[in-house]
């Protein structure tokens, strides 16, 4: 029997493949376009790019000795002798910086040594600042996939390593707003001849699907509370409303002023003629460099001679992929079968559990619903509330454990199973201190969660806010009819239909979730007034569904302070009274699925099917139209879950 939930999944397949048609057909028309776009537009799933392994031991391939003649020099730089001041050759640190870094607990075992996220890739960077044999790092950036503020986190780890006595060079093959942000942070900057610097300023682009829905005679019902809350309006409107403009109006003009000021600060131009700079968008290096945007124009093998000349030294011992762990698993014959079965259903060698006194880290990444927590190839990370609250457990009853930091990267979702997660980190709260640490996104659930902490810690840019709530369905009576399906309705109560896909809204149905609305919303308001120690009322003036950068949230009250996640561990140790903070120990959690389940997806043949057709869909989807996917999860919540706690639309600042 075919169910109204998988009448969504076509549907949502239908919007995915009708918006694929329109693209595909208007590429003979963009083909002769500029190939240069860069925009405020909406999150598409970016893989991390994986690096090869490297050790950082000075033996290794990985450490090259440069001697004068070993590689080709930059421009002017041939037959000038360089003095040399000191018996020991310069060593060098080099890290590639690419993908979309991720939030989580690392995978462990012969995975999660060849796996990088956002904050195994700081404590590399950390590395580096406290090595005493490490006088200058190179950064190299790749594509990049980083919102506001995983921006944050990298910029304040560069500068810990300037802090440490260390010059920080930055390589750049090209770069968009997001990479020159973060090698803006460096001591130098270099791009080859041929480069491309691209800092467009901002845009945003939202996708409004009322006129093709109505094609397919599907009638979405939404219900908001809160004049900002936007959630829905995509599919109910062909175009944005006065109060949806004017919050991102408000949020792109905060982005465009952080970004003025980051690059004037970091780079010493005033501030007008940043402007300038970003209205003239592209560059080529040469042309940046006259701007004061760079400062080198040079190759990588003319990098390491420009860094040797600014060191008055004539060798230099570089160490690629610096602090990346080594991949030695002896993988042959019958014992290496073994290993790697082990290592693909997430088994690891034993090990003696811990007495040291630790810090708790607890991720919550991604839209948050009920039920276990998953990936899924279509709609991207999905935070489940019965996984979530099995670590807030285990840290709750782990005596070892003196505080925890609540680390949110997350839009929100559904209103149950925010609110189940909040009353567990009450039931921690009242054990050891709690702090919240903003990433990218925490709005609407994702605020609902960290409300409850004893101190909120968020990024300059990070996106926050949100307190309202959405509900609904998607009415599909129509497209029944259209295709041929006739549905017997037989009913008993005059609100029977509330939760039906088939049927919309009657005005006593509508009136029935309305009210149910209205109680979720105070629940929300009232538990955020008295997380924030504020007069319900004056919450409530805060909320209604409008979104804040984390500067715009400390100014009225719903964040604490701007800080890094360092600063919030920090934080929670100083409310644990911890005496020696620099010997705690970090314990991760939700522990990751197995690299099985990754590439399979979950373990039962159901969803192993699903998790294979999402991901041929998502094959024969081109890039540019795959946040289109993210619009799809959204519909399927309004048809399975009665209220929402999301945010108004899907957001990537770039």
Known sequence: MLSHSFFCRVLGVAMCLAVTGLYQSSQSVASESLPVKTALVMPTQVKPTQEKPAEDSPATPATTTITPGSEKTGPGAAGKKVPEAEVKPLKIAHLKISGALTEGAPLEGLFGETSETLFTLIARLDKAAADKEIQTVVLEFGDLALGRGKIYELRSAIARIRAAGKDVWAYLDSADTTAYLLASACDKIVMPEP??????????????????????????????IGEFKSAGEPYTRKDMSPEFKKEMDELLDDVYSQIVSTIAESRKIPADKVRELIDTAVFTSEKAKSAGLLDEVQYESGLYEVIKKSHNVTSAKLTRNYGRKKTDADLSGLNGIITLMNALSGQTPASRKSSAPKVGILYASGMISTGSSQNSPLSGEVLGSETFIKAVRQLRDDDTVKAVVLRIDSPGGSALASDLMWHELELLKAKKPLVASMSDVAGSGGYYIAMGTQKIYAAPGTVTGSIGVVGGKVALEKLYNKLGINVVVLERGKNSGVLSTTTGFTESQREATRLLMNEIYEQFTSKAAAGRKMEVAQL????????????????????????????????????????????????????PGSPLESLLGPMGAESRMEARLEQRLKDLIPTALQPALQD???????????????MPYRLELK
Do not use: C, H
């Open 632 to 646: 799809e999860l959204l519909m399927r919540m309004l048809a399975n879950q009665p209220v929402l706690t999301v």
């Open 540 to 591: 409530e003036k805060l909320a209604r569904g409008r979104i804040y950068s984390g500067n715009r949230a400390l100014e009225i009250g719903l964040v604490d302070q701007i800080g890094t996640m360092e600063d919030a561990i920090r934080g929670a140790l100083e409310l644990a009274k911890v005496e020696n903070p620099a010997k705690i120990e970090r314990l991760e959690l939700p522990k």
């Open 195 to 224: 480069a491309m610097l691209m800092i467009p300023g901002v845009r945003a682009e939202v996708w409004f699907y009322k006129e093709m829905l109505s094609k397919l005679d599907v009638e979405p019902e939404v219900v908001r």
